[in-house]
């Protein structure tokens, strides 16, 4: 570690803690705190990746988070950043954007061809031949693209937080720390987040080889400490802003959604780079990136030291590389006044050469290291005079020459920003409220100034909460100065040098965009990719303004900037993704599922048996079985996923007249009745059935995918009409069950004391008894067209109820069926099932469902538009199909074609032993829905297949299946209990 | 209603963080526009304002979920749930509605409770330092919730109520997340001694 400084003050590395790991194959050592970036460049490393589109070796520029031609690989983990990953003991990393290993990285030779890939080049190019333009794409996903993407990469569980703050500072150097402290001991809740992994900002880094910043940093931090409503963040970043004040917050333990009542924006600036030529050799890099090196992690950026300063800043960053032991060649400033201050003074004082009036026109450099600079005097144009031209030894080239602000939040915000030509810089020009902004990107840059200016918004932004609202952009104080340059940018024949690093584009590049009419800042953008690259412009933007400017001969102000968009920063997609949840329902049954080893599935958001696994036979073996079981003997199936609501009171009668589409005014107590809802366009949304257990009370189903909806639509509705009743939602409370098969009286009868004859319970009736001594609410009806009793029990005696039928069948050869046995069952009858035989645009009319409207009531929801939808001629209508024959099975969704012309699709099919052919429903054009019409069904592989249009139920059109009678497939007909259909079927 | 009495490890997840089911605890609702009126008659001290609670007499409670909605539950020895259930079962009167209630129902006790609300739903927990008896409707884990703040057998803690249907996800994915934070289950009795009883019922 020859590379790094003795300690000081303020560092963020542990000495006592060594972390070994490799770089491309070598070995190093860095120290807990350092980043990837810094490590390297203690162990020597100059070159810590290539270029985007060149492949050239790049360093370090900014060190400032947003360093993207250093971005590594770690295994799994693609495109780490190394100026803000952490170092951790055991990394193996490798560079991004390589072809063979980083020294010799066979891409370098694109160099080379630069000259025929101009600006836009893929916009003009590789278009023809057509035929060749899967090789074109071939070559260019290869080339394009940084890092591998692992596809057996596990999924990452990261947790997402939710944080609540009534104020959220974003930033910990002066002016944030100012701003949050003066808030918080207003007593207000406030967040402080910083990107870096210690507070302070410039404070930390940008001393001037004087120890007052450091000292302040140490009284505000003190002071922040102490305070316990204020919250300090580190390496967390405010990534975005969004409405209502959420404000999602990265750091590397996931991403947190922080939701604020105020923001005072103090993020600061990010350091520009010079434009010159070789300005992205490895050596070459913003003061502040020395800066940081050399007081964060106490890393030297170089031995010999070339300062381009055009502000107090870069003078400061001189005398910062001096008093940490190394040599400032000569300080270069464009300037021809040069620094007139006190550190100015001081530079000059301390005996480093300063160059006024003057320009870095080159970098120079051999194995990827810079080696000297080409220095010249600049004439009255701002163009170097070559004949002045002196190359002076470096291996480091500090550039200081302005700053950009890091306003993304605010212009996410709606913050209106303009060009501020004292400052050379946009700042904030009209603030939305309870938007605040302090510090170096309002444009106030001296330290005190900054202090003031936070103390400033955090009063401004206490009274946006006190409901005071204010939204004043103004800062408390600027310096006078202006601490960056207006045009740091200086031509070079030879090119290469370069305005985006990411994207490699260089100065004539954008010249040429402009040249060929792309001369506004957004086509600029799009047409050149500058700003496009990782780093999102943050260090080239300002520059492809002020050329464009420049080119246009307008203000900076009149060119604009373009669209600062979330993510601020990259954010990688598992912390986007989080950790999920997805809320499933269960009945209490489902042990009792588990324990007969059923196979679930998802239906709407509850898990259901779908069928009942037996040893050596097929899952359509045992859903035949399944319902062989419920034909010929008795079958059991959980539906306490239906939604299960009463209701109650002197208008219940009332409210189900207004939200069911059928009339229940004229039901008896102690019947049951099918109820279909519509919504107030006429779509078929739900169906169920109503029981009518007194007078005014009413309990009634609906379907299990809708049953929340359901709930809060018609409370929603009563909440509006106001009608005297009680709404209560039992879906959770109660447990159903269906008991059905022709031996359903008989298992009943066993553990009920209820007389189950049809004269006492005939079909449709509901009565309230017991069950196994569980009082229970039991409806006789037959979604599956047997005899069959629904069972609603309190959930928690479900399980001892299923049990004891369970064992009541036992000796009727019983068994429990799921979902797949039951849609088979009901299709044989020809009841549809809303959601699967609707759709968002079914109508009654459509779903031949006409006979449960009823057009005469006076009121329900929808029945304007039935009305109007009745007078107008039908398009589809749902009928049954029937095949003969089982292969080729149509499937649901399957075509019917007529002619040429699609005519209709499938909603439901199956195969039925019962029926001994393929039966189905499906929306048919109007024409084809008469009883006997062949349909051509489209199915798999494009096959035509023919089915034929039948009346529907298939199954017991009489509906005596229903009904009880004295009947012999009651009792079992051996000593298995199984009727002999079963065993046949078993 | 079967339920975990004891946990081994009960005593270090109340150091860290507990999760206790207290679902066999005695609950019932009531709603409707007479269910202030019939609760006071049946000498049910309630609270005056919606979305609050008060306690009942052996760690039980009442919770106002709206201007005419409540949630009663005893405490591992209460008997305030039976009696109001058996009056209002026995004596159906217009404007008052029983509301069954299976569900979910747990404790939330120690340090990071913090943090795994922060995972899991979205509330601003420090409403409840402004108002301590205040009785939230919000969501945690995409599932609806009935939350307060207040003592667990002398613990700072927190009551989550969902319905009884999503209690197998909500519990296992809450667990999951309280364990990742160092904690861990607890059992009713762990937390409530005398609740001996009320378990092995």
Redesign the interface.
């Known amino acids: 570690m020859t590379n790094r400084l003795p300690p000081g003050p303020h560092e963020w590395i542990d000495r006592s803690k060594e972390l070994p790991f490799t770089f491309e194959g070598r070995r190093y050592v860095g120290l807990a705190g350092d980043c990837v970036t810094s490590a390297l460049w203690a162990g020597g490393e100059r070159t810590l990746g290539r270029s985007f589109k060149y492949h050239r070796p790049r360093g370090i520029l900014s060190l400032a988070n947003h360093d993207v031609n250093a971005l590594f690989q770690w295994g799994p983990k693609l495109n780490l950043r190394g100026d803000i990953v952490q170092l951790a003991a055991g990394m193996n990393l490798t560079a991004v954007n390589t072809f063979g290993d980083l020294g010799t990285d066979k891409g370098r030779f694109l160099e080379k061809i630069g000259p025929f890939l101009p600006v836009g080049f893929y916009y003009k190019a590789f278009h023809k031949p057509k035929a060749l333009f899967p090789k074109w794409e071939r070559m260019f996903r290869t080339l394009t693209g940084l890092g591998k993407v692992d596809f057996q990469t596990p999924r990452m569980q990261v947790?997402?937080?939710?944080?609540?703050a009534d104020l959220l500072v974003v930033g910990a150097g002066a002016a944030g720390l100012a701003a949050a402290i003066a808030a918080a001991e207003a007593d207000a809740?406030v967040v402080v987040v910083d990107e870096n992994a210690g507070p302070g900002g410039s404070l930390g880094y940008q001393r001037g080889a004087d120890g007052q910043s450091v000292a302040l940093l140490g009284e505000l931090l003190a002071k922040a400490q102490s305070l316990s409503n204020l919250e300090l963040r580190l390496g967390t970043c405010a990534a975005g802003f969004y409405a209502d004040f959420w404000v999602p917050l990265v750091s590397a333990s996931g991403l947190?959604?922080l939701?604020t009542k105020a923001m005072i924006v103090a993020s600061g600036v990010q350091e520009q780079p010079a434009v010159f030529r070789n300005n992205d050799l490895p050596g070459v890099m913003l003061a502040s990136a020395a800066q940081r090196l050399v007081y964060r992690y106490r890393v030297k950026p170089a031995e010999a030291m070339l300062v381009l300063a055009a502000n107090l800043e870069g003078y400061s960053a001189a005398l910062d590389m001096k008093a940490n032991g190394m040599e400032v060649v000569a300080v270069v400033d464009p300037r021809p006044e040069g620094e007139a201050s006190a550190v100015g003074d001081a530079v000059r004082a301390s005996g480093i050469e300063v160059l006024c009036g003057a320009w870095v026109r080159e970098a120079l450099g051999s194995n990827g290291r810079l080696r000297s600079a080409i220095v010249c005097r600049l004439d009255e144009s701002g163009e170097a005079r070559t004949a002045t031209a002196r190359i002076i030894a470096c291996d480091g080239l500090l550039m200081s020459v302005g700053f950009a602000p890091a306003a993304a939040l605010l212009y996410q915000a709606g913050a209106r920003m303009r060009y501020d030509e004292g400052v050379q810089q946009f700042v904030p020009d009209v603030l939305p409220g309870g938007v605040f902004a302090a510090g170096r990107v309002n444009g106030v840059y001296a330290t005190a100034h900054k202090i003031e200016d936070g103390r400033q918004a955090a009063a401004a932004a206490l009274d946006w909460l006190a409901g005071r609202a204010t939204s004043s952009s103004q800062p408390a104080v600027r310096d006078g100065r202006s601490p960056s340059h207006p045009y740091p940018i200086v031509a070079h024949p030879e090119g290469k040098n370069f305005v985006d690093f990411d994207e490699d584009l260089q100065l004539k590049d954008l010249f040429n965009a402009a040249q060929e009419g792309f001369d506004n800042i957004e086509l600029l953008k799009r047409y050149s990719t500058v700003g496009m690259g990782p780093s999102q412009g943050k260090h080239s933007n300002m520059n492809a303004i002020r050329i464009l400017a420049k080119i246009r001969g307008e203000p900076c102000g009149a060119v604009g900037t373009t669209t600062a968009r979330p993510f601020y920063h990259p954010v990688p997609m598992g912390m986007l993704a989080g950790?999920g949840?997805?809320?499933?329902?269960?009945?209490?049954l489902?042990s009792c599922h588990k324990f007969l080893g059923a196979v679930s599935m998802m239906a709407g958001n509850?898990l259901r048996p779908e069928y009942y696994p037996q040893v050596g036979k097929s899952k359509e073996e045992a859903v035949r079985e399944e319902a062989a079981a419920v034909r010929m003997a008795v079958g059991l199936i959980d539906i306490?996923t239906l939604g299960k609501l009463?209701v109650?009171?002197?208008d219940a009668v009332a409210f189900l007249e207004r939200v069911y589409a059928g009339t229940f005014a004229d039901m008896k107590v102690g019947s049951t009745r099918y109820g279909l809802m519509v919504d107030e366009t006429g779509i078929i949304t739900d169906d169920g059935v109503v029981a009518r257990l007194a007078h005014?009370h009413f309990f009634f189903t609906t379907t299990t995918s809708n049953s929340a909806l359901v709930y809060r639509e018609l409370s929603r509705l009563n909440a509006m009409w106001r009608l005297?009743l009680?709404l209560?939602?039992?879906?959770?409370?109660?447990c159903g069950m269906n008991l059905a098969g022709p031996r359903s009286r008989a298992v009943l009868a066993r553990v009920s004391d209820i007389d189950t004859s049809e004269a006492a319970f005939p079909f449709l009736a509901v009565q309230e008894a017991t069950v196994a001594g569980v009082t229970a609410r039991i409806l006789r009806v037959g979604f599956v067209g047997e005899v069959g009793y629904e069972i609603h029990v309190?959930?928690?005696q479900a399980h001892h109820v299923w049990d004891a039928l369970i064992e009541s069948g036992r000796i009727h050869g019983i068994r429990a069926f799921g979902v797949e046995a039951q849609r088979l069952l009901r299709l044989e009858k020809g009841h549809i099932i809303v959601g699967q035989d609707t759709d968002g645009l079914t109508t009654p009319f459509d779903a031949a469902m006409q006979w449960a409207v009823k057009m005469q009531k006076p009121f329900f929801v929808g029945q304007r538009s039935l009305a109007i939808l009745k007078q107008k001629p039908r398009k589809q209508r749902l009928v049954g199909f029937v095949r003969d024959t089982r292969e080729p099975a149509p499937k649901e969704g399957h075509l019917v074609i007529d002619g040429t012309n699609i005519a209709g699709r499938i909603t439901s099919t199956a195969w039925s032993d019962t029926l001994g052919m393929q039966i189905g429903l499906a929306y048919v054009s109007i024409p084809l829905a008469q009883p006997g019409t062949e349909l051509q069904i489209r199915v798999d592989g494009g096959v035509l297949v023919t089915a034929r249009v039948a009346k529907l139920p298939f199954y017991d059109p009489a509906n005596t299946r229903q009904r009880i009678g004295d009947d012999a497939r009651e009792r079992p007909e051996n000593e298995s209990g199984r009727s002999s259909a079963v065993e046949a079927a078993v | 209603m079967a339920t975990a009495a004891r946990v081994d490890d009960a005593a270090r997840a109340f150091e860290t963080l507990a999760i206790v089911d207290l679902s066999c605890l005695q609950r019932f609702g009531v709603k409707g526009p007479q269910a202030e009126g019939v609760l006071r008659a049946l000498g049910v001290a309630l609270p005056s304002e919606a979305n609050s609670w008060v306690a009942l007499e052996g760690d039980g409670l009442v919770a106002r979920l709206g201007r005419s909605e409540f949630l009663l539950e005893d405490g591992a020895e209460g008997s305030t749930v039976a009696r109001v259930r058996g009056a209002l079962e026995n004596e159906a009167t217009t404007g008052v509605y029983a509301v069954p209630r299976q569900d979910l129902a747990l404790a939330l006790t120690g340090p990071p409770v913090s943090e795994l609300f922060a995972q899991t739903c979205s509330f601003d927990l420090h409403e409840f330092e402004r108002k301590p008896n205040l009785t939230v409707m919000t969501m945690m884990m995409e599932v609806s919730v009935t939350l307060v703040a207040g003592e667990l057998a002398g613990r700072p803690g927190f009551r989550v109520w969902c319905d009884g249907t999503f209690g197998t996800y909500f519990y296992e994915r809450l667990l999951e997340i309280t364990v990742e934070l160092g904690g861990g289950a607890a059992g009713i009795c762990d937390l409530y001694p005398e609740a001996r009883a009320l378990a092995a019922a």
């Open positions: 947790p997402k937080r939710t944080l609540h809740r947190a959604r939701r950790r949840f997805s809320p499933y329902r269960t009945t209490p489902q509850w306490g009463e109650r009171g002197p005014e005297e009680g209560v939602n039992l879906t959770g409370g109660y309190p959930a928690d």
